[in-house]
């Protein structure tokens, strides 16, 4: 048996009923064609307001893959994590808006989460993405690096205002902070947006967590690049460390754009990316943190392995681990029962607000090869010994 094959462990706190139904459901999106039908279905009849389906997802997607519709009502699932020593990341984002308003509404979510969770271990980070903060379009036009409109620099330094605000707010209440990464074409701004903060509130300790997508070439490069300037400028890196989550996008653009594809040729490739990451964390972890957000076992393994023959400490706060609520628990709860540092995102919000977050769960768990078979394969194991008990 491998370590991450407890299932008694890793739904310890499911119900059978609980199994059962995340069984069907995986089931159900197991199927490439079932999903987009199911989820242009679910698309049109929560933005018409169809009776009863909010209820209907409630119970199903949102039950496996959400906290609550609020930060309260998710606290049950907070409490019951951390119960057995996993953290909970809020995810709080609406996806698609473009307005000035709504990157204000986000920010000050954001910052309510923080004083939410000041002085709660069960909440080791806080996260936000930096297209809730501002537009895409504002992020390439920075990043192309030429001078900026009179309105670009205005709309700019409200984006910058934003992060500085949740970034200081974290500083102040001793929060750790996570930047997610999206799509590469706004990235170089994001990043030195990051690296900003990074130098601003990460003189003692990492505040300001960045994250780096190992599917894209260049990356370790920037680390190594980035790393001589923590070092020159006398400041703490931490990174989220994951393999990327926009491929498709990212080859479809390039194609149709004309310009080389920025994602690494193979899965392969990625995978020995991401696994000199690790090296790279753990050799430089007197300058550099790192979380790696990965349901990869192999993965999972590489990093106890270097944290084993470096002599790292389980909990050592420089090295966390994460996954998605509602996925790969049997790593999370493995992890967590020998005191390895484990956080999951946990999203949540109004049903209606979460749906393109559940299709994209529901999609990806179609697309990432092997993802929804591994959960099927673990949940019918675990209903299988409690019916031989
Ligand atoms: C806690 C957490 C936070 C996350 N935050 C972010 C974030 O901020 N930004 C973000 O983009 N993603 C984020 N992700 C998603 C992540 O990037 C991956 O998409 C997802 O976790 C699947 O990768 P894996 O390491 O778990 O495992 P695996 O299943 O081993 O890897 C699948 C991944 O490998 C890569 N891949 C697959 N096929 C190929 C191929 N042919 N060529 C090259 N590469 C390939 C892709 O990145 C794919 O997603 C996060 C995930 C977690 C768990």
């Known amino acids: 048996m491998g370590i991450f094959d407890d299932t008694k462990l890793a739904f310890a706190d499911k119900t059978d009923a609980q199994l059962r139904k995340a069984y069907w459901m995986f089931k159900a999106i197991e199927r490439p064609a079932l999903t987009n039908i199911g989820v242009s279905l679910l698309?049109?009849?929560?933005?018409?307001?169809?009776?009863?389906?909010?209820?209907?997802?409630?119970q199903t997607l949102f039950e496996q893959f959400c906290g609550g519709e609020t930060r309260e009502e998710s606290m049950a699932v907070v409490q019951q994590m951390f119960r057995r020593g996993v953290g909970s990341i809020f995810d709080y984002s609406i996806e698609g808006k473009e307005e000035e308003e709504t990157f204000d509404a986000v920010c000050n979510e954001i910052k309510n989460i923080v004083k939410f969770s000041v002085g709660n271990p069960a909440i080791p980070f806080i996260v936000f993405k930096p297209t809730a903060f501002g537009r895409i379009g504002i992020y390439e036009e920075v990043g192309k690096g030429k001078e900026l409109t009179a309105s670009q620099k205005e709309e700019w330094s409200r984006v910058e205002k934003r992060f500085d605000e949740v970034c200081r707010l974290c500083f102040e209440h001793d929060k750790k902070v996570m930047v997610d990464a999206e799509e590469s074409w706004m990235q170089d701004a994001a990043d030195q947006l990051c690296e900003e903060m990074m130098e601003k509130y990460n003189?003692?300790?990492?505040?300001?967590?960045?994250?780096?997508?190992?599917?894209?070439t260049g990356r370790l490069d920037y680390m190594n690049a980035h790393l001589e300037r923590a070092n020159k400028n006398g400041y703490f890196i931490g990174y989220k460390i994951v393999r990327g989550a926009y491929m498709?996008?990212?080859?479809?653009?390039?194609?149709?754009?004309?310009?080389?594809?920025?994602?690494?040729?193979?899965?392969?490739?990625?995978?020995?990316?991401?696994?000199?990451?690790?090296?790279?964390?753990?050799?430089?972890?007197?300058?550099?943190?790192?979380?790696?957000?990965?349901?990869?076992?192999?993965?999972?393994?590489?990093?106890?392995?270097?944290?084993?023959?470096?002599?790292?400490?389980?909990?050592?706060?420089?090295?966390?681990?994460?996954?998605?609520?509602?996925?790969?628990?049997?790593?999370?709860?493995?992890?967590?029962?020998?005191?390895?540092?484990?956080?999951?995102?946990?999203?949540?919000?109004?049903?209606?607000?979460v749906v393109p977050y559940l299709t994209r769960r529901a999609q990806e768990n179609t697309?990432?090869?092997?993802?929804?078979?591994?959960?099927?394969?673990?949940?019918?194991?675990?209903?299988?010994?409690?019916?031989?008990?």
Do not use: C
């Not at 505040?207 to 997508?213: D, E, H, K, S």
């Not at 790593?331 to 005191?339: E, G, P």
């Not at 990432?368 to 194991?381: D, F, H, K, M, S």
């Open 43 to 58: 698309n049109f009849t929560i933005k018409n307001n169809f009776p009863f389906v909010d209820k209907i997802v409630k």
């Open 203 to 216: 003189r003692e300790k990492p505040i300001v967590w960045n994250t780096l997508q190992m599917y894209r």
């Open 248 to 353: 498709e996008k990212e080859r479809e653009r390039a194609a149709k754009m004309n310009y080389p594809d920025p994602i690494q040729p193979s899965k392969e490739a990625t995978d020995d990316n991401y696994n000199a990451a690790i090296d790279f964390v753990i050799t430089n972890i007197d300058r550099v943190s790192g979380f790696f957000g990965t349901h990869n076992e192999k993965s999972s393994e590489l990093i106890i392995d270097r944290m084993r023959s470096n002599q790292f400490e389980h909990n050592n706060p420089h090295i966390y681990f994460g996954q998605l609520y509602g996925m790969s628990d049997n790593i999370t709860y493995y992890l967590a029962d020998k005191h390895y540092n484990v956080a999951k995102y946990l999203p949540y919000g109004p049903v209606k607000d």
């Open 367 to 389: 697309s990432v090869a092997g993802q929804t078979g591994r959960e099927l394969t673990l949940i019918a194991r675990e209903l299988k010994r409690r019916k031989n008990i």
